[in-house]
């Protein structure tokens, strides 16, 4: 048996005879040592800033600390912004104030000047949930515009991203929304959870947060309308081998290469138009010659099953637009082999800065 064993079953034979409440006594002490310790820290980050300018003080604390770029900024940034709140850089050093209610104020403080001496006896006493509705009533009522301004300001960082995992290739949303927009999609995304709850089998009920995701699935991707009122379908684009011999389809998969299980493309297939796309003959049938100038949705669909991407840096396909290799105006045809699939930046590249694009075998 080890020495670091032996210490720790000992450490834990002693907090089993503790009494709850001198336990919760030694939990209060943690705490108050941790805010304490988050005070000195911020301090150092903010003489490092000083000294060493912020970028390095963030590459500094994010390599050290194995943090995430953003909190490294977001940290080094509250640091900094406490200097201007002598008070509450005080009580966090004597840890009477948390590092996340802290944090708060300097963001606050950030975005306008705050009364600091109105905020800190709810700074002292309130979770970090409530002390934020706290300080957002108090940023309201002192506003000179009636809290026009910050509105504004917060439509201003609105944002949203789609990414893949690269670890197991799931589909992750993120997204930040200004508090008006935020209550009506909290609204809609509530009221198709509960539409869902009733449609489970109660022996089997999703969770929260898949119940959550099936909301805003069934939200993004239900038919839309178009400018005539008329019912316009969100498309999945599949692709998928035919094999003559079998008649069947294989290695079915989506548009950026994500293999689909047989019993996935065959359930999804009941609902899907299928569209031949062969390309190594003509494509006459899918050819619109000089009658159009913008490719088709049939057109854009066979486009992205064979290009899969952007042929100039491979953004996804959902980004991209169907470029004429001719130009049309130089009397190119809306065909399949006369056009491609190209990123905006790349095609502006490609009109602004005379790129052209060579045909493969």
Request: charged share 25%; glycine share 6%; proline share 4%.
């Amino acid at each position: 048996m080890n020495e670091g064993t032996v210490n720790g079953t000992a450490a834990h034979a002693l907090h089993v005879s503790l009494p709850v409440r001198q336990l919760q006594d030694m939990m209060k002490a943690t705490i108050r040592a941790q805010h304490q310790l988050a005070g000195y820290r911020a301090d150092v980050l903010r003489e490092m800033r000083r000294r060493q300018g912020t970028k390095h003080t963030e590459t500094v604390l994010q390599n050290e600390g194995l943090l995430p770029r953003r909190k490294a900024r977001t940290e080094v940034e509250t640091a900094g912004e406490l200097e201007k709140l002598p008070k509450t850089r005080q009580g966090l050093r004597k840890g009477e104030i948390s590092y996340d209610n802290a944090r708060i104020l300097a963001g606050a403080n950030q975005r306008e000047t705050i009364n600091e001496e109105e905020l800190l006896d709810d700074a002292r006493n309130q979770s970090p949930d409530k002390f934020a509705a706290t300080v957002r009533k108090h940023e309201q009522k002192h506003a000179e515009d009636d809290g026009v301004s910050k509105l504004e300001h917060q439509r201003s960082r609105r944002y949203a991203t789609l990414k893949t995992d690269i670890e197991d290739g799931t589909t992750v949303l993120y997204g930040r929304f200004d508090p008006i927009t935020g209550a009506r999609i909290e609204t809609a995304v509530s009221h198709m959870m509960n539409e869902l709850w009733h449609e489970e089998d109660p022996r089997n009920r999703a969770t929260a947060g898949q119940r959550m995701a099936d909301a805003l699935t069934e939200l993004l991707t239900r038919p839309s309308k178009d400018k005539h009122g008329r019912p316009q379908d969100v498309k999945l684009l599949l692709i998928a081998d035919y094999d003559t011999i079998s008649q069947q389809l294989k290695n079915a998969r989506l548009t950026d290469g994500t293999p689909l299980p047989a019993k996935t493309l065959r359930h999804l297939a009941c609902d899907t138009q299928i569209l031949p796309a062969i390309f190594s003959g003509p494509s006459i049938p899918l050819d619109l010659g000089r009658a159009r100038r913008t490719a088709s949705g049939t057109q854009r669909a066979a486009l992205i099953a064979r290009d899969k991407h952007c042929v100039g840096c491979g953004t996804k396909a959902a980004w991209c637009q169907a470029h004429h290799i001719i130009h049309w105006q130089d009397g190119g045809p809306t065909n399949l082999n006369n056009m491609t699939l190209l990123c905006s930046p790349c095609h502006h590249k490609v009109h602004d800065q005379n790129w052209t694009i060579h045909k493969t075998p």
